[in-house]
């Protein structure tokens, strides 16, 4: 399945969605929330290993968020280091 995330009216087209992979093209173009939201829709109840790839370049209104996850690995209360790898 292929999609598309022009503005925050789009998640509503991936939310309660349940995917095993999530594949976002220029990941630095979404906000962090955008991102949060794609996912949290990573799961199943299958055992098929879930995944999220990103790929992107600097810039962008993600590049904050980007950077602090895999450049700066600077996480928050509850984000798991072994969750994220460049």
Known sequence: MLGYL???GDLLRYQGQEYDIIAVDE????D???FL???ASLRGANSFPKRMYLT?????????WVKRLFI???YRAGEN???YCF
């Not at 990941?27 to 979404?30: D, G």
């Not at 992107?56 to 904050?64: A, E, K, L, R």
């Open 72 to 74: 700066d690995k600077s």
């Open 32 to 34: 962090e929330e955008m």
């Open 37 to 39: 939201v794609l996912a």
């Open 81 to 83: 280091p072994a969750d």
């Open 56 to 64: 992107c370049n600097p810039g962008g209104v993600g590049h904050g």
């Open 27 to 30: 990941a630095t173009q979404i």
């Open 6 to 8: 022009s503005d925050h």
